[in-house]
């Protein structure tokens, strides 16, 4: 190396007993005054050696040659020994990353051969104490100042604006280590330095810090926080365990960045987790044992939670196409105490997997597309969770499910669901949406569909189990029902939605091929009538049916309660009683023997209290008259189905007025003869049956005026589409009752409120 050569040369040049190993420099004999120079710790020590009683001067030729070959070796060797302490990592990091601003002072310390002469001797700190320079700064740009001086300026200038990754600090540097555009300075060109910082990871000089950070984080993104220059491989990383629902998890430290590593994990998943155990739990309460497919697995965490609670009564298999995440897959078995069959091989079936006991749950691990395995093999229960759309594995999915079975599916690509990717959404699904108040029910609408039309297409019909649209996915879950009569029924439901964009109405069309001459006639609202050019739009293909089933949702309530799942608890009672269309001040739950007669689509469902046998014949296909109970079923469940979509109180509430608490809201309109609860999709959404010029009606009549004072009194304006004939019936329906209010009322409370909130020019309408 340059440097060795130089350090040699300039030993060369000095006495020959300077060089032999084990004589010590007393001798002081040389033509030009002498040199000095010491190993210490591994570090050349040369130039201009202080101590008590001594001082040693070299040449200026000897001394010029000498440091710099000693510089660049000490550096070399500094960066080495305070970045880089594992031998696992060889190769040398710019000296500008560092993990604390004291190795920076030791940069400088040894960079003159200071820090360890002072340690060795256990001289005194005024002995050693002399200027010394910036290793970050040329020394144009900054002299070499004494230690306060020096720390102020490293914290300042370098450390205050350093780029943080992983316990290291990337510092400012201002080394020639990236050169400026040079600039012509009248027949001279000057070329300027430009302070600039390391990359740890591919060792790129980025000028400015918040471009650095933003290249960190891409970094990061790609799943690259190693460097790629490492001769050597760097050590394997540890994994860190994960526990969720008593399952233990391994995983590797880049588990949060979606499709750059090999084991994905989201814990803000959870959620969807304990929903998806809940419907497996109800289903394999009506037969057992059922075979289950968790078609894209990553770390395996639902198929083992699957496995480990509900035992005998599941055959978990567990797929992956990526090679790394099978393995990681069968640790996480092993980690969990469960065999592992792989490629119809069992594995360690002599091994024991617990305190002298056998745990006899086998989960079998695949390695194929989920679409081919999904070809090959019938399930019961089938589980897509894919990154993004799920479209893709609808019909493979449908192919071969069993009769009854269960089809859930997650989708996670809510930029085009909600609509704010429209494009995505007509590529994907085939719908055309915009951004409306109740886009969260829109998408889960939007999924049916797609799964409606890939059922259809395999002669089976779905039942809508459950549709939730949270802010990170649209979780559905289907019921499958073979034969091709419910596949029309199904295909019927797949309808085009009329919506009005001025004032949020909605309504589907009306079943038939007849080309309407004005379909805004469909629409209760009359904006087309009163405000120019086209108001509606036509959205869609959507499902037009029901989106829950009351029955499986009670007992999915009970499946979380009996396995202590808290998180799905809350939910699944908000779910039951939006199917139910009801408050949660009148939920119930039924008694056992109630829970015992539910029935499914015509067909009785064994529940977890019957002790007869089942009426359905498992992998058989339904008689007729079971088909025709399925008929009667659905026509008498037609009535009273929830109501479709919902309204959010606060896009509909009246400027200038304080619209009332939405508890009491929906008793307002319980009482009027409505049927009201409120929705998952929306904490402000009101699902109701009652028609937007209604509901303002209601919300309006019992607004109260922000301001009470005297300038603030005057008339109440409703709305443009709410009917003058309306206006006057709602404000004689609220004198009569604030009269018959304050005949009840004695304090004269009642009566001060009435006056301030209906004035008197207002009452005599």
């Given amino acids: 190396m340059a440097a060795e050569e130089a350090a040699e040369a300039s030993l060369a040049r000095l006495s020959p007993e300077r060089r032999q190993p084990g004589r010590e420099n007393d001798d002081e004999e040389n033509t030009e005054g002498g040199g000095e120079t010491a190993a210490l710790n591994g570090v050349v020590v040369s130039g201009k050696v202080k101590s008590s009683n001594l001082d040693v001067k070299v040449t200026e030729s000897e001394l010029e040659t000498e440091e710099k070959g000693m510089e660049e070796e000490s550096t070399r060797e500094s960066d080495s020994n305070i970045l880089d302490v594992s031998s696992d990592y060889p190769r040398e990091k710019h000296i500008s990353i560092q993990r604390h601003l004291a190795d920076l002072e030791k940069l400088a310390d040894l960079k003159e051969g200071e820090f360890t002469m002072a340690v060795s001797q256990n001289t005194d700190l005024h002995v050693t104490d002399e200027k010394k320079p910036c290793p970050l700064c040329p020394e144009e740009k900054f002299k070499a100042c004494y230690s306060h001086k020096l720390h102020r300026h490293l914290q300042n200038l370098h450390w205050k ?91 590797l430290p880049n588990y949060s960045t979606p499709q750059k590593t090999d084991s994905y994990f989201n814990p803000k998943m959870k959620l969807n987790r304990q929903l998806i155990f ?41 797929n992956d196409c990526n090679e790394n995440s099978v393995t990681m897959i069968q640790e996480n078995c092993h980690l969990n105490k469960m065999k592992v069959k792989l490629n119809t091989k069992e594995e360690d079936n002599d091994e024991a997997m617990g305190d002298g006991e056998e745990n006899t749950d086998t989960i079998e691990v695949t390695k194929m597309d989920a679409n081919v395995i999904m070809h090959l093999r019938s399930f019961d229960f089938i589980h897509l969770d894919p990154f993004g759309t799920s479209v893709n594995y609808l019909d493979s999915a449908f192919r071969n499910v069993r009769n009854l079975g269960i089809v859930s599916l997650t989708s996670t690509d809510i930029s085009s669901l909600y609509a704010k990717a429209q494009h995505v959404a007509l590529r994907h699904y085939g719908c055309n949406i915009v951004r409306t108040e109740y886009y969260k029910e829109l998408a889960a609408r939007i999924v049916i569909a797609a799964v409606t039309r890939a059922a259809a297409r395999c002669n089976k019909g779905i039942e809508v189990l459950l549709a939730v649209a949270l802010e990170h996915f649209v979780l559905v879950v289907v019921r499958v029902l073979r034969g091709p ?90 779910l039951v009683c939006e199917a139910e269309c009801t408050t949660l001040k009148h939920f119930s739950t039924h008694s056992p023997c109630d829970e015992n007669k539910q029935e499914e689509c015509g067909v009785y469902i064994k529940t977890p209290n019957t002790s007869a046998e089942s009426y359905l014949v498992h992998g058989k296909r339904k008689s007729d008259e079971v088909i025709r109970n399925a008929a009667k079923r659905q026509k008498s469940e037609s009535s009273a189905e929830h109501p479709a979509f919902y309204y959010n109180i606060h896009r509909h509430s009246i400027k200038g007025m304080n619209m009332p608490k939405l508890n009491k809201f929906l008793n307002y309109l319980s009482e009027a003869g409505y049927r009201v609860s409120r929705t998952h999709f929306d904490p402000m959404g009101v699902r109701t049956n009652a028609p937007l010029a209604q509901f303002k009606t209601i919300l309006m009549k019992y607004s109260t005026p922000t301001y009470t004072g005297g300038q603030a009194e005057g008339p109440v304006h409703l709305a443009e589409d709410v009917q003058a004939g309306e206006q006057a019936q709602a404000a004689a329906d609220s004198k009569a009752e604030d009269a018959e209010f304050l005949e009840d009322d004695k304090s004269g409370v009642a009566a001060a409120m009435f006056t301030a909130d209906y004035p008197t020019h207002c009452a005599a309408d």
Wanted: net charge neutral.
């Fill in 161 to 251: 604006v350093s780029v943080e990754f992983e316990g290291y600090r990337m510092c400012i540097c201002h080394l020639p280590c990236r050169p400026v555009k040079p600039n012509l300075v009248g027949d001279q060109t000057v070329s300027k330095m430009g302070a600039h910082y390391h990359c740890i990871i591919c060792s790129a000089t980025i000028m400015r810090r918040t471009d650095m950070i933003g290249h960190i984080n891409r970094h990061v993104n790609k799943g690259e926080t190693e460097s790629r220059f490492i001769t050597v491989p760097p050590p394997k990383s540890s994994h860190e365990v994960l526990k969720e629902s008593a399952t233990d998890v391994q995983v």
């Fill in 278 to 318: 809940c419907a497996l739990a109800v289903l394999a309460e009506e037969r057992k044992p059922i075979e289950c497919l968790d078609a894209f697995g990553a770390t395996g965490i639902m198929g083992l939670q699957w496995a480990k609670h509900l035992r005998s009564s599941v055959k978990v298999t567990i």
């Fill in 485 to 574: 009569s419910p596949a029309d029924d199904s295909a019927k439901k797949i309808r085009y939605l009329i919506h009005c964009q001025w004032c949020e109405e909605r309504i589907f069309q009306k079943e038939g091929n007849m080309v309407e001459e004005n379909p805004y006639q469909q629409l209760p609202c009359d904006c087309h009538g009163s405000m120019p050019g086209k108001t509606a739009v036509v959205l869609g293909p959507l499902w037009s049916g029901a989106l829950f089933n009351t029955g499986f949702l009670r007992r999915m309530l009970f499946e979380a309660v009996q396995y202590g799942l808290d998180e799905a608890q809350p939910l699944l009672k908000a």
